[in-house]
């Protein structure tokens, strides 16, 4: 195992835990309504002490099927996601191929973490090591399913990856959620403007996070509406960077 792959890794791909938010809903209209930060936030900082950032597109697609990354190692979701997408015309077979890729790649890099850098592998075991979203329109209907990758520690003590499958019937956040769950009431949009403006609700969930995560999470937020016939930019930031 190479321990500069790894190390290249730890320093290039793991960010300040799920350093994204991405808020996705299904409207009472039947119509999909996705927000997305576009702070991509690394582990370590440049010589004056300033954590480094760069700002990125979250939400991707193949064809008809898009896709919302949060994680660790999030080129390769990228790329894996990329991949099962062009190969495969079902989703379900799509999405299977995808996490299988995923898992093995995982428990490379998890089983090097392991070897080289142990202190690190509690975080990876406690928060997990990615969340993907996977939407669109499947016989003319709203469909949302999320792929959370995890691992864990067999009775030999080997990391294990595993990823498990969760279907979305209405609203899901992906990333950092913690802060969401717990915030109060009065930080909310009110709950009419889930059905008068959905689009807005699920952008105030992500400036929560841009809140009270503002170095990990931050504008300016992407904001899409999919509909049956296709994607409508509500507001993109051309300049972000493709990954």
Known sequence: MNKLLITCFLMLCSFKGFSTCIA?????????????????????????????????????????????????????????????????????????????????????????????????????LNNGLAQVSFFGFYNGLPRVVDVEFLCHLDKS????????????????VIGISTDIKNAQPGDFPEKAAMQQNPSLYVEA?????????????????????LCPDGAVWIRKNEDALSY
């Open 24 to 124: 996705i809903y299904i409207g009472d209209d039947g119509n999909i309504y996705i927000a997305a930060d576009s702070k991509r936030t690394f582990f370590f900082s440049d010589n004056n002490g300033i954590n480094n950032f760069e700002s990125v597109c979250k939400i991707h697609h193949v064809g008809t099927n898009y896709f919302a990354v949060s994680g660790i190692d999030d080129g390769s979701l990228l790329k894996a996601a990329n991949r099962a997408l062009q190969q495969n015309t079902n989703i379900d077979t799509a999405i299977k191929s995808f996490g299988t890729a995923m898992v093995k790649r995982y428990r490379y890099l998890m089983a090097g973490t392991k070897l080289y850098y142990p202190d690190k592998l509690k975080n990876f």
């Open 157 to 172: 003590g080997k990391v294990v990856p595993t990823y498990r499958l969760r279907p979305i019937f209405a609203l899901t």
């Open 205 to 225: 969930l992500v400036k929560i996070e841009a809140k009270k995560q503002p170095q990990a999470v931050g504008a300016p937020i992407d904001l899409m509406e």
